[in-house]
């Protein structure tokens, strides 16, 4: 029997536009999911239980009252707790606010709750949302929802995990070498990273990039475009964000997906030589091989994207001086070492070297960008490593060649940040090892909806065969252990920082 808590965001919003299901049957049913699974698997590090309560009351009077309702009217959503929440603690997943509570909501959470949708608590993250793999001093490990002693991937992991396990219909994200996709195509749910100024960011520090993005996490394509419409309208806070652009964020609405049969795919394993496990190359070149049975044109692609990963290094060394200059003083050497291995690459950067990678990165932007004059989109895999263990705080080789820091095993997505495109992560069944396997649609810049279309007709195709739909977790398996994610995590996260 499906408990509430299971439907998709869109059969929820039906159900209870119709009457057939109450927010508030949604909202406990989403509460006492939480209670089951969350001692197991720590995604959510602030249960707002009794505030999510008191808005569904409010949604469902305002339903039987017949006021007008908002696009999310009664869906509970998990926001990433690196995002302010008013009135909710934020911790940015480091004990040094550990106690901070904002007094206004980020944008993003502004928009979501204009929009009708209720704030049901805040999700887990790598110390400041630095890093792959969700695990931190303060909160632990959030243990991936198939294996729980495994890594979700992050940075959006906790958010991954609550939507994957049943804790809220949606969730949201952000995004800056693969934060939204890695968690998602490691946990069998939906992230779409927008082109760059799609979701209004106000807080972020650099005028132009494609970093700092904020993105929706669902279980369906229908469901992150349904987020993604809500998070992208311009109000007045989006007016503080440069990169904002006007849009028609009802665009992303009423997806119709074409074919598979016809689809020009472009397809590519590593962008010409990217660190990938045989096992990921395996996985993926069976799912390109089941397209190409159901009618799709497959077209092997030759782009190479290898100059990327030392471009991303670089522009994230800018990135970090930029955005952690004022602070970096008060943090102590316990801190997340990922923050400072890579703002000591800024201190030791040259001018000249930012300049190069800036002039390689729109280079990288146009020949990738040429691609699309003979493809509709492009698929490769998601992650190039499948799930590890959560008490590595990334993987040292791969496949018996050393990875040399914590972002370069994370090449398939970093590449994919530096030229901008928007991506879906998608899910496409279980590997050979039973856990969730994902995969990367790319699309031409501004054409999110397009993409999410194309996304949708991938979706429907895997859908159709056993082998590349994934169950959903089983909640017996995860009740049954007990990898301590809390505990063990917050002594691995102490351990890794000294």
Known sequence: MTEPCDLSAVDARVAISARQLSPVELTKSCLERIDELNPTVNAMVTVSGESALEDARTAEEAIANGREEGLLHGLPVAIKDLQ???????TYGTSFYSDHVPTEDAGIVARIRAAGG??????NIPEMSIGANTINRLFGATGNPYAPELTCGGSSGGSAVAVATGMAPLATGSDHGGSLRIPACFSGVVGHRATPGTVPHESRTITQTNYSLQGPMGRTVDDVALLLAVISTRDRASRQDPMSFPLDSFSFLDLVPPSVEGLRIGVTADFGGLLVSNHVRGQFEERVGYLGE???EIIELSVDLTEAVEVDWQLRADIFATQYHRDIGGFDESFNPNVFRTYETALSTTVLEIARARRKQVDLFRRFDEVFDGVDLVICPGVSVPPFPWSSLHP????GEKVENYMAWLGLTSCLTVVGHPVTALPAG??????PFGIQCIAPMYQDATLLTMAKALENGFAESDRYVAPRPDRGAIGLSDPHCQELGKAAAIAAAR
């Open 84 to 90: 302010a929440t008013k009135g909710i603690v934020t």
């Open 118 to 123: 209720i704030v049901i608590g805040k999700t």
């Open 294 to 296: 159901r009618g799709a």
């Open 396 to 399: 040292t080789e791969i496949d």
């Open 430 to 435: 279980l590997d050979s090892d039973g856990l």
